[in-house]
């Protein structure tokens, strides 16, 4: 009772002002709408780790629990999500306790080594403990997802002849969508290469996780050197962008098309050639060496002739040479020394010998050239451009005449630096472009509606739920609380108020709402004796009904 009638004074005032109570309504339908909102889409979840292990699983979840971070399992992936606003945090804290540990080993396994453990268990532990570092390191490659390790190491032999080089083998497990290129494959055979000792990258095989092999051998289409193959698709792309930044500004964006296959020789040469000169004249000759040797030789004459009365006649008279002045004296004073000496005139002349020599030694003319010939040199290029029809003034795809495309023709050539010497080649097609048509995709296919169509679902759904909140509780309440009201408010204006006659509609309607206000509180301050009075009329007109009250209102009490 006491309640009911604390109660009974928020009423009346709720009754008495029907626009406070609808706004109240409107505010309680908006938060409820809001909370229902929030409550629907929950915290927002973010990959923590992806692929884990299920020894790091679950040495994850437990370290997860620990720190009461909620966490959930992604569907149809092995990934572990926590709320995104805790995901760093949650990442520093698990690297603080050293997880995830990956599902390799490495050399940890070394750490512990058993004591007594034979020499062959070492060397598996320690090849595996190689193996799982390998793994590790290649696993860090951006596209890696997972990579397994296989090393074949070979008992080293005392013989030469009988010694086997190391092999390795590779498993890469990439992630969807991703592929190495051959710059990263091979990066990845040399960095196995390098942490064995003796293992060739010829030796090491490379799969992926399709069965794939990426390390093809040398001369099958990845032993070229991923250098020059840059190199050369370098050099086509950059004469293609050359020949079309000189084609867009005459014929405009996307009417000129160009291709260019380029014959770069990579084959490295070096030449050494030593040449000599013919011999100079002797004036312009550099003269290395001169030797020169003088001898003369002079003494008596022994006996001559056979013997007998010819070989007593005196000898016959010399003759003086004529072409050296010099021998002629030298020979004029030995004559003499020698008649002198034998005493007269008549004594026999001495014979004398005479020898020069000489020997000049001259520089050699030679020419050495040592010629190192540049890798990457264009042999031969092959060029193909395809010029669109223009539209003119009409807006009509029109031909080009043939001048125009031969200056077009000449521009390409100086743009490609055309070489017939070289060999070059060049097409120029002169054709209308063929517009793509894009298949047409089905309305309730099209990912846009899709959607569209969900976001829409979405807002009608709320619309559907507030809609249910106004005409299902917020409007029958407001109907029952201002039942009363509308009635006496109704009856106003049915019958009218006294002293209205004659006033315009809008003073007329606030001078009703002025009465109702009055009679409405007139009526909450004299209710009580409203009440009171029904009560008394009614015991005077029907007192059986009055004492059937009395008497079960008894029964109540002494129950």
């Not at 009772?1 to 928020?10: E, S």
């Not at 009365?309 to 000898?315: D, F, K, S, V």
């Not at 004529?322 to 002198?340: I, W």
Request: aromatic share 6%; charged share 20%; hydrophobic share 45%.
């Amino acid at each position: 009772m006491n309640t009911t009638a604390a109660l009974n004074p928020f009423l009346d005032r709720m009754k008495s002002a029907p626009r406070a109570l609808l706004l109240v309504g409107a505010a309680l339908l908006v938060a409820v709408i809001v909370a229902f909102a929030l409550w629907s889409r929950g915290p927002e979840y973010r990959v923590l780790f992806a692929n884990l292990a299920e020894r790091d699983g679950g040495a994850i979840v437990a370290a997860l629990n620990q720190m009461n971070v909620p966490y959930r399992f992604a569907d149809g992936s092995a990934a572990l999500m926590v709320p995104a606003e805790r995901v760093h945090e949650t990442r520093l804290a698990l690297a603080a306790q050293g997880l995830p540990r990956g599902g390799s080993v490495g050399f940890e396994l070394l750490d512990n080594a058993k004591f007594g453990a034979s020499q062959f268990t070492e060397q598996v532990n320690f090849q595996r403990a190689l193996e799982g570092e390998l793994a590790r390191s290649i696993a860090s490659v951006q596209s890696v997802r997972e990579a397994r390790v296989h090393l074949a190491l070979p008992r080293q032999s005392m013989f030469v002849r009988d010694r086997q080089p190391p092999t390795a083998s590779v498993m890469l497990q990439l992630y969807p969508g991703r592929a190495l290129d051959e710059a990263q494959v091979a990066a990845i055979a040399h960095l196995v290469s390098a942490s064995v000792p003796e293992l060739n990258t010829a030796n090491i095989s490379i799969v992926d996780q399709f069965g794939r092999l990426l390390s093809l051998p040398v001369g099958e289409g990845r032993g070229a050197d991923p250098a020059e193959f840059r190199r050369l698709r370098e050099i086509e792309r950059g004469y293609a962008q050359r020949i079309e930044a000189i084609l867009v500004p005459l014929l405009g964006p996307g009417n000129a098309h160009a291709q260019v296959t380029a014959d770069v020789d990579f084959s490295r040469r070096e030449e050494t050639q030593e040449a000599y000169r013919p011999n100079q004249s002797p004036d312009q000759a550099a003269v290395r060496s001169r030797q020169s040797s003088d001898s003369l030789q002079s003494g008596a004459p022994g006996p001559q002739g056979v013997p007998g009365a010819l070989t007593n006649q005196p000898p016959a008279a010399t003759t003086a040479p004529l072409t050296d002045p010099a021998a002629q004296a030298n020979a004029e004073g030995a004559q003499t020394a020698a008649a002198v000496g034998t005493g007269g005139a008549n004594a026999p002349a001495i014979p004398t010998t005479e020898r020069r020599d000489a020997t000049v030694n001259y520089e050699v003319d030679r020419t050495i050239t040592h010629l190192r010939h540049a890798t990457g040199t264009v042999a031969r290029l092959s060029v193909a451009v395809i010029v669109n029809h223009l539209p003119d003034a009409e807006g009509n795809l029109q031909a080009l005449p043939a001048e125009q495309l031969e200056r077009l023709r000449g521009l390409v050539m100086q743009a490609m630096g055309y070489s017939e010497a070289r060999g070059d080649s060049l097409e120029l097609l002169h054709s209308a472009f063929v517009t793509p048509v894009e298949p047409e995709v089905p309305m309730w296919q099209d990912p846009v509606i899709i959607d569209l169509a969900k976001t829409a679902g979405g807002w009608l759904l709320f619309l559907v739920i507030a809609l249910w909140l106004w005409f299902g509780l917020a409007r029958p309440l407001l109907r029952r609380q201002t039942g009363t009201a509308g009635a006496g408010t109704a009856g106003i204006a049915a019958g009218g108020l006294p002293g209205m006659a004659g006033l315009p509609p809008d003073e007329e309607a606030e001078e009703a709402e002025r009465t109702i206000a009055a009679a409405a509180k007139a009526r909450q301050q004299s209710r009580y004796d409203e009440n009171l009075q029904t009560a008394r009329d009614l015991a005077v007109k029907d007192p059986r009904a009055v004492a059937a009250v009395i008497r079960t209102w008894m029964e109540k009490d002494e129950s």
